[in-house]
């Protein structure tokens, strides 16, 4: 699809489904939320499954959206959306997130997994209804103690991929 979510410092950026080819009606305009001044977004990722619910990385917290943009008004200049706080326990666990991947189990099952600081975490199914209690844990029993610099998950093999500071790809 022709959506588009960006971040700078700490405001999100999107542009949801248009013609970017220029060939059709001018695509939708780009609304941005801005989130707490001590956040600076490092990594967003939409489900899989649909491209208005994503997540993003920031330093102190973990984000989802399942309303990334409102109508432009008057007294909504910039068509903010909702973005909520799934942190839940992670922030006791770890610090500095860095990076975020998003998948589907075949049954369906959403995996929502975090870089930090210090390794790896992993949720499933978070929701914004339940986003206080949010209950992650750390994996990847061999992967070293390092900063995670990006993650991809590979679906035709089942594997996840870890970037690290200095410490190779896991």
Do not use: C, H
């Amino acid at each position: 699809p022709g959506v588009l979510y960006a971040a700078r410092d700490n405001i999100i950026f999107f542009r949801p489904n248009g013609d970017i080819t220029g060939a059709g009606p001018a695509p939708p305009a780009l609304t941005s939320t801005t989130l707490g001044a001590a956040s600076v977004v490092t990594s967003i990722v939409m489900d899989p499954n649909s491209s208005t619910t994503a997540f993003a990385a920031a330093t102190n917290s973990v984000l989802m959206t399942t309303n990334p943009a409102t109508a432009i008004t008057p007294g909504n200049p910039t068509g903010a959306g909702v973005w909520t706080n799934i942190t839940g326990n992670l922030g006791s666990l770890t610090q500095q997130f860095t990076a975020v991947e998003a998948f589907r189990r075949a049954d369906g099952t959403l995996i929502l997994v975090v870089g930090t600081n210090d390794g790896v975490y992993i949720t499933v199914n978070p929701t914004e209804a339940n986003a206080a209690n949010t209950v992650w844990t750390k994996v990847g029993r061999n992967l070293p103690n390092a900063v995670v610099t990006d993650l991809l998950f590979d679906q035709a093999d089942q594997l996840l991929i870890a970037s690290t500071l200095g410490r190779g790809v896991w």
